[in-house]
């Protein structure tokens, strides 16, 4: 089993330039946020690519997160397993802005930020109960997962901006 880590001291690494490390580690990518509703996640196995650069480092993250929260649609616990493949660059010596990443800091990558970020960028846009989920009905709030197909049903009120024309009957 991969231990824990918060932080990773690519320094200690000792990697000269054309060489990669592969390391398996324990990330916890924290707390997420989605469409109000808060997921709960797991800290979870993951692995990192190193790659040493002429100017710096290549960095790869890989794993599986399974989240837990409220089906968007009908409120009933849903869970989502949730696949990330992230990428970094940090080329300190470039000079180049862009090239530096904003998860190293002095030569320590902070795995955990980096996770939670991934991991926010690689969330379904909703998370559901199941694929087919029908919701809740707008006038009672019934779960429309339990019923028939047509059989939950409520009479329509008359629209009152037709009541004079009703009247010509």
């Known amino acids: 089993m991969a ?20 390391i398996d580690v324990v990330v916890d990518p924290g707390q997420l946020e989605l469409g109000g509703h808060e997921l709960a996640g797991e800290p979870t196995p993951a692995r990192v690519d190193i790659s040493r650069t002429a100017a710096g480092f290549a960095m790869r993250i890989r794993f599986v997160s399974e989240l837990g929260g409220a089906c968007v649609r009908c409120l009933e616990p849903a869970r989502v397993e949730v696949e990330v493949d ?27 930020r980096w996770a939670h970020d991934a991991l926010a960028l690689a969330l379904p846009q909703q998370l559901l109960c199941r694929p087919d989920c ?36």
Request: net charge negative; charged share 30%; proline share 6%.
């Open 3 to 22: 231990a824990e880590h918060d932080t990773l001291d690519l320094a200690r690494l000792s990697l000269g330039s054309g060489q990669g490390m592969r």
């Open 86 to 112: 992230a990428r970094e660059i940090d080329q300190p010596a470039s000079l180049d802005e862009d090239l530096l990443s904003p998860y190293v800091s002095e030569g320590v990558l902070d795995l955990s």
């Open 134 to 169: 029908a919701g809740l009905c707008q006038v009672c709030g019934e779960s429309l997962n339990d019923t028939e197909g047509g059989a939950h049903d409520h009479p329509r009120e008359p629209d009152p901006r037709w009541d004079k024309l009703r009247e010509l009957q």
